[in-house]
């Protein structure tokens, strides 16, 4: 039972975050003034990597899954199995707000600058999942230690590994995306009413 309490307390951070950039997402496509949108999308942009990070916690399940009896494996699948569909649904969601900013009124189809600009975020998004995933940068050290997201940035920068891991975590991004869009869009057409 222990390994489920610890592995709820990490899932529940991390979901707090993952909704966080919906929250950010959502307010950018609701801001009116340019200045705001400018805010909330930054601190949007700032957290969005949190929800496709999500996907990386699988590696849990393989250090937890030898501590575990044949039933509490089962559970630990499922758990680790909701946790993440948690985290593509709310990168999808997440990420259609900014599609939806882009798009503006326009009701019918994506225009091609809007699919190069989400690939191009979807790369940003890869370099954000690595450098919380493997320098273990935090989100809020934007604020708190900038100096420190710099220094794990140039890190990443100068890392070819890091760099094609980030590239493989972008390419996933946007194969999800693109993958979801349809499904998303129909939703945002019910549920996110300009």
Not at 44 to 54: E, V
Not at 142 to 151: A, D, G, H, M, Q
Not at 155 to 160: D, G, H, L, P
Request: net charge positive.
């Amino acid at each position: 039972m222990e390994i489920f309490l610890s592995n709820f307390i990490f899932i529940w951070i991390n979901s707090v975050l993952a909704l966080v950039a919906i929250l950010f997402g959502w307010l950018m496509s609701k801001a009116n003034s340019t200045f705001a949108k400018l805010w909330t999308g930054f601190l949007w942009l700032i957290f969005l990597p949190n929800t496709i990070y999500i996907l990386t916690d699988i590696t849990h399940l393989f250090e937890d899954w030898p501590k575990v009896g044949n039933l509490f494996k089962l559970i630990l699948i499922f758990q680790y199995s909701l946790f993440a569909i948690f985290g593509i649904i709310t990168f999808v969601i997440s990420t259609y707000f900014f599609q939806r900013l882009l798009e503006g009124k326009r009701k019918k189809g994506i225009k091609t600058t809007t699919i190069i600009a989400i690939c191009i975020l979807n790369f940003i998004v890869g370099f954000g999942v690595v450098l919380g995933g493997i320098r273990r940068t935090n989100s809020w050290y934007i604020f708190t230690n900038p100096s420190r997201v710099l220094e794990d940035t140039l890190n990443v920068i100068y890392s070819q590994e890091l760099l094609i891991l980030s590239l493989g975590i972008g390419i996933l991004a946007n194969f999800i995306y693109f993958l979801m869009l349809e499904s998303i869009a129909t939703w945002g057409k019910k549920y996110l009413k300009k």
